[in-house]
């Protein structure tokens, strides 16, 4: 099983491989395999496809999105 740090680093590498996402812009946290979202978003499409690269990772129980959008 992944260390939770281990999970984070994931995360951030499925991110910076969707081109629509802006990753630098996204945190990642992570406890217990469940990962949380925060930053901000410019369109629901990019906060979409990065709550579903996140789901994409393995070894993720959960997603929460606590992404905000502006536009």
Known sequence: MKTDSQL????????KWEPAV???QIDVEVEGGDVALT???HSWSERDLATRSAWGTAGVRN???KMNLVY
Do not use: R
């Open 22 to 24: 802006h990753a630098v």
């Open 39 to 41: 930053g901000t978003m």
């Open 8 to 15: 984070q680093q994931d995360v951030m590498v499925e991110l």
């Open 63 to 65: 997603v929460v999105d």
